[in-house]
């Protein structure tokens, strides 16, 4: 398909840490799944391209505890069926073996909608949670990051698209010939392989992140122009900018909203674009952004307050002057972004 996507963070209660003060449901409704299932199916509904789900293995001031990223994402993916599913998974500590079965596992439940966020994590804290040694330098992180992504791509290709046989009358129903061993050795470990979930449907999931072997290479910087020199010199893929929304209401301004919001916490330090205004600016600003991004990822200040200006005033312009176009139901994440679906790198002419 290709085009201009459009994405939306549906973490918590919104990108501001303040948030949870203007949300709709009660704090203790925030884990629910009818919470997350209302949203998600608000931004399907809506045309976006796909939601992505933060996730910390170390709980925010604000989050005492919540259900893991892929998790909240596998619940709904048989509750939707054209909107991507991409769930945040650090690449630091975790073990990249688990990360590729659970992203295969979401594939299959979501029909071929799943991608993988994949994050590094330098607090101190997630380390002392997995029981790892803690891993600051940025060289480290890059290369577990590098490493992570490497094993699951492995990992999503050591079963052919045709292992599985399914031949009950000889009860036969793996081809044992077309699952491979993956063999990988880096610095910190190694994996032998092969993957315990067959190939995803999409033979590789979709992977976003800022930097590694990314499919879909997410650019933070503060300028229209940075952000356009940034995707000029990237080697992924797909380009997509990251900005932060803070919308007019019928209510009050996006001005007023942020300073209701600032004066109860600040929001912290970011290099990430930011938008505050009225729908049809935004609006004019994501048709410059299409100019120079292959798409965009949303980070609205309230989620409960900025989602509902998006799904009435943003999504329907952008749709009618042709900028995006609505996911078609049945249609691979892969396809949706106009990604070809990948060789698997161990098949042999049998």
């Known amino acids: 398909m290709g085009g201009f996507a459009i994405g939306i963070e549906l973490d918590g209660d919104g990108d501001h840490p303040a948030a949870w003060r ?8 925030l884990l629910t799944g009818d919470t997350v299932r209302t949203r998600v199916l608000a931004a399907e509904n809506a045309g976006f391209t796909f939601a992505t789900f933060a996730d910390s293995i170390v709980p925010g001031e604000q989050t005492p505890g919540r259900v893991d990223a892929v998790t909240r994402a596998a619940f709904v993916a048989a509750t939707t069926s054209t909107i991507g599913l991409v769930p945040a ?10 990360t590729a079965s659970q992203i295969a596992s979401l594939d299959y439940a979501a029909r071929g909608r799943a991608g993988w966020l994949a994050e590094p994590t330098a607090d101190p804290r997630a380390a002392a949670t997995w029981g790892r040694p803690t891993v600051t330098a940025p060289t480290d992180l890059a290369r577990e990051q590098r490493d992570s992504i490497e094993v699951a791509r492995r990992l999503w290709d050591s079963w052919e698209d045709d292992a599985v046989i399914r031949d009950y009358a000889s009860g036969r129903f793996l081809d044992r010939d077309r699952l491979h061993y993956i063999d990988f050795v880096g610095e ?9 979930v067959p190939r995803p449907p999409q033979g590789q999931p979709v992977v976003f992140g800022a930097d590694g072997d990314v499919d879909v290479l997410l650019v933070t910087a503060p300028t229209v122009a940075e952000i356009a020199e940034a995707a000029g010199h990237s080697d992924a893929p797909l380009t997509f900018a990251e900005l932060a929304v803070t919308l007019d209401t019928p209510t009050a301004t996006a001005a007023e909203r942020r300073a209701e919001l600032d004066a109860h916490a600040d929001s912290p330090e970011t290099d990430r674009l930011a938008f505050a205004g009225a729908a049809a600016d935004l609006v004019e600003l994501l048709v410059e952004l299409a100019g120079h991004v292959d798409g965009i990822r949303l ?4 989620i409960d307050e900025e989602l509902p200006v998006l799904t009435r005033l943003v ?11 609505r996911p078609i139901p049945g249609t691979t994440l892969r396809a949706e972004l106009g990604l070809a679906r990948p060789a698997n790198r161990y098949a042999t002419a049998h």
């Not at 998974?89 to 688990?98: I, M, Q, S």
């Not at 910190?188 to 315990?196: C, D, L, Q």
């Not at 999504?315 to 176009?325: D, E, F, I, N």
């Open 89 to 98: 998974v650090a690449t630091t500590y975790a073990e990249p073996f688990h």
């Open 22 to 29: 203007r949300a709709r449901q009660r704090p203790d409704r």
């Open 188 to 196: 910190t470990f190694s994996v032998k392989g092969p993957a315990i």
């Open 299 to 302: 980070r609205p200040a309230v």
């Open 315 to 325: 999504l329907p312009a952008l749709l009618r002057s042709g900028h995006a176009h």
